[in-house]
């Protein structure tokens, strides 16, 4: 039997592949372009603090608002773990409305949340609503780990008289706590530590092979017959008739473009025959627009080793018809690829926005990287709730216990509260780096990821989200690795 080949091993890609072969009767192969670390995990990747954007990446950019001329970094974990292995980590889920939302029977948050305690190992709370065994554990700074500015963060939130979250992960819970997070001891919990063990790695059924670019996947007469890589140097073919792609929402929607699946005129500029008109693959790029307000902090607040985030505030946005998809979040330091800035900072996210971006691919050579347009604050309503939000974080800051640590440098208030924030905003705007969406349930591929058009090719990770999550993405995408691979061990994908 030729295996099921999994292109990916991220955040979803990962999962599949253990829990597929829990099944002794399902093969897999997993395909990986990064490098991987079976034993000894490097410093970059353990270290949990902050993201790793620079070693481990794809070298990706992306410009935040039309005009913007300097392209900003869009990390990408290029490595076995994938962004899992990369990020902040920052384990938060949607919430209900966003899964039910969806109006998919195979996705409402009922099933959802059954994946989601399964994956996880909460090491604090215990209830209905979390899993106790799961391979990534989760857990929330206590206080005397917090660092100055971030336990001055839910101080100030607390003299504010807005109410305490012991939980983000509870369905009906919000306000200002600390984050749950896939970190322990200080350490990145990747899903290619949790999920890809010592002895899930020994399974006979289960080839994990690094190091191998995926250029496109291979047909005849519309039904896969397996895919083509780069591996060291040489061009190979990988054979099956049964494809699960897991790139993420950016190099999946290269692969589809690259084989010959999505809008005509697009696939044909690339110089690449068409195997299937999908005008909804690659129509819209959602992610998460933000912005932070910066400070000078006084001496002996940072340390430059700070973890960068601990703490957040979630909460609804006057007018939103989203209950709490707004996020506030304390910056301990200003953080660049290669050099750390003794800045803090107030960072927002907005939740669900309404504006979207794209990404535009105009190669069909696989190291040609696309141009990513995220279009952060066009639409008036997102400019709106985020420029709200920076104000009530000026007011939060503004708090005793904040304001004895740190000095508000950019914008000015005066700025803050005039019609001039509008102007300020899009100047002062970044991605949340949760791509998703590029190949949507409903349009691109049905409810279990099956590519419409063609045989033998499904999609799994967060490009098939119809709309993005209230919440950081991490979690959403280990959640659909997990039904996923729950489909693949129990033959559902067939």
């Known amino acids: 039997m030729r295996p099921w080949i999994i292109v990916g091993g991220g955040a979803c890609g990962a999962v599949i592949a253990s829990r597929g072969t829990e099944n002794g009767d399902v093969p897999v192969t997993l395909l990986e372009a990064g490098p991987d670390y079976p034993t000894e995990v490097p410093n970059d990747l353990k270290d949990g603090r902050r993201n790793s954007i620079h070693r481990h ?64 190992n909460d090491l604090d709370v215990h209830d209905e609503w979390h899993g106790d065994s799961g391979p990534i554990p989760l857990r929330r700074h206590t206080r005397d780990e917090l660092v100055p500015w971030q336990a001055a963060f839910m101080d100030s939130c607390r003299e504010h008289e807005l109410p305490a979250c012991d939980d983000h992960n509870h369905p009906e819970k919000w306000g200002w706590g600390p984050h749950a997070m896939n970190k322990v001891g200080g350490e990145r ?81 690339l110089g690449v025959d068409l195997i299937m008109d999908s005008a909804s693959v690659g129509e819209k790029l959602l992610d998460h627009p933000g912005s932070a307000l910066f400070f000078l902090p006084r001496p002996g607040v940072v340390k430059l080793n700070d973890p960068l985030i601990q703490t957040a505030y979630r909460y609804s946005g006057e007018s939103r018809p989203y209950p709490f998809d707004m996020q506030l979040q304390a910056g301990s330091v200003l953080y660049f690829p290669w050099v750390t800035v003794p800045l803090v900072s107030l960072m927002t996210q907005v939740g669900k926005p309404r504006g979207y971006g ?18 952060a604050f066009e639409d008036q309503e997102d400019r709106q709730a985020a420029i709200a939000s920076m104000r009530l974080a000026y007011e939060i800051s503004q708090r005793q216990p904040m304001r004895d640590m740190a000095i508000m440098i950019w914008p000015r208030p005066k700025t803050l509260f005039s019609d001039a924030a509008h102007e300020w905003i899009r100047g002062a705007c970044d991605s949340g780096y949760h791509p998703c969406g590029t190949a949507p349930m409903g349009k691109a591929v049905d409810s279990r990821g099956r590519v419409k058009g063609v045989r033998g090719l499904w999609i799994a990770d967060m490009s098939i989200v119809p709309t993005v999550p209230s919440a950081n993405t991490h979690l959403t995408a280990v959640m659909i690795g997990e039904r996923f691979g729950e489909w693949l061990r129990d033959g559902g994908l067939e």
Not at 93 to 105: I, K, N, S, V
Not at 240 to 269: F, H, K, M, W, Y
Request: hydrophobic residues 35%.
């Open 57 to 120: 990446d794809w070298g990706y950019h992306h410009t935040p608002t039309t005009g913007q001329r300097i392209p900003f970094s869009f990390p990408r974990g290029r490595v076995m773990g994938g962004s899992s292995a990369v990020n902040t980590c920052i384990a938060v889920r949607g919430r209900p409305y966003d899964y039910d939302e969806w109006e998919l029977p195979d996705w409402t948050f009922e099933r959802c949340l059954a994946a989601f305690k399964r994956l996880e």
């Open 189 to 269: 919990m990747s899903v290619a530590r949790g999920y890809l063990t010592r002895s899930v790695r020994k399974r006979d059924n289960l080839q994990l092979r690094p190091e191998h670019l995926v250029r496109r996947v291979l047909f005849e007469n519309k039904t896969v017959i397996g895919v083509e890589v780069e591996r060291a140097g040489r061009i190979e073919r990988v054979m099956s008739d049964r494809v699960i792609l897991c790139g993420g929402s950016i190099n999946t929607l290269g692969i589809l473009l690259r084989s010959g699946i999505g809008p005509r005129e697009r696939v044909q500029a």
């Open 358 to 375: 794209t990404i535009d691919y105009t190669s069909a050579d696989v190291r040609h990287k696309p141009r990513i347009h995220t279009r």
